[in-house]
């Protein structure tokens, strides 16, 4: 990677600004899954180690640039303090005189947390008083937020322009994953995608089509697929706008290597419902009134076999609604698949990360991105604009 790391700059003593990524689900005012929490801890413990006062930001979902009491970060400090095994303040503001007290009243390794930062609309904005208002709390800057780091705010962007800045050890192992991804995969490589909509992946279906040997199509957006070539889908979810798409990724597929593939068999329901009614149909025989909810078990069997064959796999989304026991099936098949693969495996942050944890194999997993949308954008071609504003290496 070719941007500065906390290794690169000096901290020892310094107040440390710090971007986290902390947009964990909550359930009951707890944290449900801590695994982004988790993901920044190397660089918490090592500022901590060198003396630093951390003042961590993060954003949590999608506060209408208000405060909500749904989504302010005391779960967040709460998980934080328990796998630190030491207090975590947090603080209800992102700045101002509370805050800048807050922060002349800690010592080295202590930790704070500021609240959620969409509370303040300044903060999308990427407003100028807001960035000096945060630069203000502190010596340096670090971004270890690669999952925000396509989007150009305050927190993620606008600061690092005005403090000596670098990046955090979950940023450099994001980028360094998917550069390598990128610039030379193990063969066969293969990719496979999932999720709603094909538009959202239009140019990471296209640009893969390029690179893998196989681009294995699941999830809501296979019915964009086979629209395109003619088929029914009942009553199954179609992005309608994906159809010429799908049409044109087909096109471009039948003139290159790459096999695009789609399923062969679908589990469709009579509803959206765990309790549903349940049949496995070939793909050009679903029924007017039903949906497809997964992939079959044929579609599962072939693609768990080509991703547990691969010499390098990427995954981004799942392959049907894999929080209902009865359509989760073809998502576990290709967790298992890729906990099995002997090469590179890569999962394309989101809802896949979701699957690997619930399926117990995130461990299993060469790189789990946290960044779903981040990840996707940079394997675009598209520049990150929290990756763009952290200063270069100095040549060697």
Not at 139 to 168: C, E, M, Q, W
Not at 300 to 318: L, M
Not at 379 to 385: F, T
Request: hydrophobic share 50%; with cysteine; glycine share 10%.
């Amino acid at each position: 990677m070719a941007k500065k790391t906390v290794r690169d700059i000096d901290v020892a003593g310094k107040r440390a600004l710090v971007r986290v990524d902390f947009n964990v689900p909550l359930k009951d005012g707890r944290v449900g899954d801590d695994s982004r929490i988790r993901a920044a801890l190397p660089t918490i413990s090592y500022l901590r180690e060198q003396g630093c006062r951390v003042i961590l930001m993060s954003h949590l979902g999608r506060p209408k640039d208000a405060p909500d009491p749904a989504l302010m970060l005391d779960p967040v400090a709460m998980r934080l303090a328990q796998l630190l095994s030491i207090p975590v303040r947090k603080v209800s503001e992102l700045s101002g005189p509370g805050v800048e007290a807050a922060v002349a009243e800690m010592e080295p390794g202590d930790v704070l947390l500021l609240e959620n930062s969409r509370f303040d609309p300044r903060e999308k904005k990427n407003d100028a008083v807001l960035v000096r208002d945060l630069a203000r709390l502190g010596d340096i800057y670090v971004n270890d937020a690669f999952s925000a780091a396509h989007r150009a705010h305050a927190s993620t962007a606008g600061v690092a322009k005005v403090l000596p800045s670098a990046a955090g050890f979950q940023m450099e192992k994001e980028i360094n994953a998917l550069e390598a991804l990128l610039a030379q995969p193990k063969r066969p490589f293969v990719v496979v995608l999932g999720g709603a909509k094909v538009t959202d992946k239009i140019k990471v279906i296209d640009r893969f089509l390029d690179m893998a040997e196989q681009v294995l199509i699941g999830g809501a957006m296979s019915f964009a697929f086979l629209r395109a070539q003619g088929l029914s889908c009942g009553a199954s979810k179609v992005e309608e706008e994906g159809v010429g798409v799908a049409a044109d990724l087909l096109k471009k597929a039948a003139t290159v290597v790459c096999e695009l593939v789609l399923p062969s068999d679908v589990v469709v329901a009579d509803s959206f419902a765990e309790d549903a009614a349940t049949q496995v149909v070939e793909v050009d025989a679903i029924p007017d009134d039903w949906m497809g909810l997964d992939i079959g078990p044929e579609t599962a069997g072939a693609y768990a076999a080509a991703v547990a064959s691969a010499g390098e796999v990427f995954w981004n989304g799942p392959m049907g609604v894999f929080e209902m026991a009865p359509f989760a099936e073809g998502t576990r098949a290709v967790a298992e698949a890729m906990a099995a693969c002997p090469g590179v495996t890569v999962v394309g942050g989101g809802d896949s990360v979701a699957a690997v944890n619930k399926f117990g194999v995130a461990d299993k997993m060469d790189h789990v991105s946290m960044g779903g949308g981040a990840s996707l954008e940079f394997i675009e071609g598209a520049q990150l604009p929290g990756v763009i504003a952290l200063p270069d290496k100095e040549p060697v």
